[in-house]
């Protein structure tokens, strides 16, 4: 892989050879190298092309980085039910509270807490 340059392409004749191939493709970071797998017949039956994330992305869709936080944060809320924790969202603050508590007129219970959201949460009425 190290010797391969943009735009190659490498055919593997067995599926072994080709997923090797192809964790050495990304160990080694080579960018536009085609692996083929190609069959008895000569016919490709499976392939795969190196690209950089930001070519491999739409330019609205999240990358796999960003993706696997927003499963941990499912994964965070999970939890919350579990444990009884239940979320306020307001227009600029994001507010826990225990699930059952006796709440005020704004639906929050005396032992409510803040949350350090880090600028990551506005509410939908917020301009961007």
Request: aromatic share 4%; charged share 25%; proline share 2%.
């Amino acid at each position: 892989m190290r010797g391969a340059a943009t735009g190659s392409r490498i055919c593997c004749q067995d599926l072994e050879t080709f997923e090797l191939a192809k964790r050495a493709l990304v160990a080694e970071r080579a960018l536009g190298v085609t692996l083929q797998l190609v069959d008895e017949e000569g016919y490709i039956s499976r392939q795969v092309t190196s690209k950089s994330r930001s070519e491999s992305l739409a330019p609205d869709s999240f990358n796999d980085r960003q993706l696997a936080v927003i499963r941990a944060l499912e994964k965070v809320f999970e939890h919350c039910q579990k444990e009884g924790i239940q979320l306020v969202g307001f227009s600029d603050e994001l507010v826990a509270q225990r699930v059952g508590t006796k709440t005020n007129h704004l639906g929050l219970s005396a032992g409510a807490l803040d949350l350090d959201t880090h600028g990551m949460y506005r509410g939908a009425d917020l301009e961007p």
